[in-house]
C-alpha cells in the first residue's frame, strides 16, 4: 500500500476554534470563540498569505525558484515568507523597522531570510518605500502583501470556510486586528456571501497607540487591497486594553499570545458585554513566544 506523507506546507491552515472560558463574566449570554492561527507552522495567520502569494507568482510564471524576493514587515509576514521561501526555494530579503523584538528577527535569521532594519521613526512605511526602491533597481522582486489579491484570496479560501464550518455557520460577529487588512478582507468577504447578517468588526490602534502587526496607516500608504465596505465597524483598541486582555488571556485562560490577539480579545468582549446571545469569533493571530523580550509579560 503506497502512504501520501504531508509536507510541511500541507500543515498551513485547519487550525482550531476554542471558547473562552473565564475571562467572559459569569451572566454573559454570549460565545467568544477564538481562531489559535499560532498553531500554523511558522507561528502566525500570516502563513496562509504568505504561501498563497509565493505559490500563485510561481504558478503565473511571475517568479522561478531561486529569484530573489523582498518584502516590508513588522514581524509575523516576515517570518511566514522566510518559511515559504524555504520551502519552495526562494532567496528572501525583509525590510523591517529596529524596534521589532528579537525573537522575530531571529526565526527570521533561522529559516535563512536576510534583514535589512530601518529606523523606528521610518517606521514601515519606510521599509515598504525601500522594498520599492530595491526592486526598481533590479535587487529582486515585491510581493506586496499590502497591495496583493492572493493575501486575501488566502482567507477566503481558508480561513472564512474554516470559521463557517467549525460554527455550523452559527457565527453572528467576526472580530480581526487590522494591519495589512489581508484577514479580514478574505474572511468578510467569504462569511457575508454565506451570510449577509454576519457583522464583521476591525480593529485598529486608538491615537498614540503602539500594537505590533496593527495599524491606522497614512492616506498615502492605505493597503489597496483594503475595502472599507467589507467592515461593518471600527473599534479603537489603546495599548493598555491590547496588553491586560493579552496578559489574562496567558493566566486565566492558558493561551499564550501577541499583543494584537489581546486587543482582538478586548474587541470581542466588549462587543459581548452589549449583545445577547451572540456567537463572536476573533483571532489569535500569532503566539506570545515572540514577545517575551519586550517585556509585556511581566508588567
Same mark, same amino acid.
Given at each position: 500500500?503506497?502512504?501520501?506523507?504531508?509536507?510541511?506546507?500541507?500543515?498551513?491552515?485547519?487550525?482550531?476554534?476554542?471558547?473562552?472560558?473565564?475571562?467572559?463574566?459569569?451572566?454573559?449570554?454570549?460565545?467568544?470563540?477564538?481562531?489559535?492561527?499560532?498553531?500554523?507552522?511558522?507561528?502566525?495567520?500570516?502563513?496562509?498569505?504568505?504561501?498563497?502569494?509565493?505559490?500563485?507568482?510561481?504558478?503565473?510564471?511571475?517568479?522561478?525558484?531561486?529569484?530573489?524576493?523582498?518584502?516590508?514587515?513588522?514581524?509575523?509576514?516576515?517570518?511566514?515568507?522566510?518559511?515559504?521561501?524555504?520551502?519552495?526555494?526562494?532567496?528572501?530579503?525583509?525590510?523591517?523597522?529596529?524596534?521589532?523584538?528579537?525573537?522575530?528577527?531571529?526565526?527570521?535569521?533561522?529559516?535563512?531570510? @536576510?534583514? &535589512?532594519?530601518?529606523?523606528?521613526?521610518? %517606521?514601515?512605511?519606510? /521599509?515598504?518605500? !525601500?522594498? $520599492? *526602491?530595491?526592486?526598481?533597481?533590479?535587487?529582486?522582486?515585491?510581493?506586496?502583501?499590502?497591495?496583493?489579491?492572493?493575501?486575501?484570496?488566502?482567507?477566503?479560501?481558508?480561513?472564512?470556510?474554516?470559521?463557517?464550518?467549525?460554527?455550523?455557520?452559527?457565527?453572528?460577529?467576526?472580530?480581526?486586528?487590522?494591519?495589512?487588512?489581508?484577514?479580514?478582507?478574505?474572511?468578510?468577504?467569504?462569511?457575508?456571501?454565506?451570510?449577509?447578517?454576519?457583522?464583521?468588526?476591525?480593529?485598529?490602534?486608538?491615537?498614540?497607540?503602539?500594537?505590533?502587526?496593527?495599524?491606522?496607516?497614512?492616506?498615502?500608504?492605505?493597503?489597496?487591497?483594503?475595502?472599507?465596505?467589507?467592515?461593518?465597524?471600527?473599534?479603537?483598541?489603546?495599548?493598555?486594553?491590547?496588553?491586560?486582555?493579552?496578559?489574562?488571556?496567558?493566566?486565566? @485562560?492558558? &493561551?499564550?499570545?501577541?499583543?494584537?490577539? %489581546?486587543?482582538?480579545? /478586548?474587541?470581542? !468582549?466588549? $462587543? *459581548?458585554?452589549?449583545?445577547?446571545?451572540?456567537?463572536?469569533?476573533?483571532?489569535?493571530?500569532?503566539?506570545?513566544?515572540?514577545?517575551?523580550?519586550?517585556?509585556?509579560?511581566?508588567?
Amino acid at each position: 500500500m503506497s502512504i501520501q506523507y504531508s509536507t510541511i506546507a500541507d500543515c498551513v491552515g485547519q487550525t482550531p476554534l476554542v471558547r473562552l472560558q473565564r475571562m467572559l463574566p459569569p451572566d454573559c449570554s454570549s460565545t467568544v470563540l477564538l481562531k489559535l492561527e499560532g498553531n500554523n507552522p511558522a507561528g502566525s495567520v500570516k502563513d496562509r498569505p504568505a504561501l498563497s502569494m509565493i505559490q500563485r507568482a510561481q504558478q503565473r510564471g511571475d517568479i522561478q525558484p531561486g529569484d530573489t524576493l523582498i518584502e516590508a514587515t513588522s514581524g509575523n509576514t516576515g517570518i511566514a515568507l522566510a518559511m515559504a521561501a524555504a520551502i519552495m526555494g526562494y532567496r528572501m530579503v525583509l525590510i523591517m523597522p529596529d524596534n521589532a523584538t528579537m525573537e522575530r528577527r531571529w526565526a527570521m535569521e533561522a529559516y535563512g531570510a @536576510e534583514l &535589512i532594519l530601518v529606523s523606528q521613526e521610518d %517606521g514601515m512605511e519606510g /521599509a515598504r518605500d !525601500l522594498a $520599492l *526602491a530595491m526592486q526598481q533597481r533590479g535587487e529582486g522582486i515585491v510581493l506586496n502583501q499590502f497591495g496583493n489579491l492572493d493575501n486575501p484570496q488566502a482567507h477566503y479560501e481558508g480561513t472564512g470556510p474554516e470559521i463557517w464550518q467549525q460554527t455550523g455557520g452559527q457565527i453572528t460577529h467576526f472580530v480581526s486586528s487590522m494591519g495589512t487588512t489581508g484577514t479580514i478582507m478574505g474572511t468578510s468577504r467569504y462569511l457575508k456571501e454565506r451570510n449577509p447578517d454576519v457583522q464583521i468588526i476591525g480593529l485598529q490602534p486608538a491615537e498614540g497607540a503602539s500594537i505590533p502587526g496593527i495599524r491606522r496607516w497614512p492616506e498615502a500608504y492605505l493597503p489597496t487591497i483594503y475595502d472599507a465596505t467589507r467592515v461593518d465597524q471600527v473599534l479603537d483598541i489603546s495599548q493598555q486594553q491590547a496588553e491586560d486582555a493579552m496578559r489574562r488571556l496567558a493566566r486565566e @485562560e492558558g &493561551i499564550f499570545a501577541g499583543v494584537s490577539s %489581546g486587543g482582538s480579545v /478586548a474587541g470581542a !468582549l466588549q $462587543l *459581548a458585554s452589549e449583545l445577547q446571545d451572540a456567537t463572536i469569533v476573533c483571532i489569535i493571530c500569532d503566539r506570545g513566544d515572540r514577545y517575551l523580550s519586550s517585556g509585556v509579560f511581566a508588567r
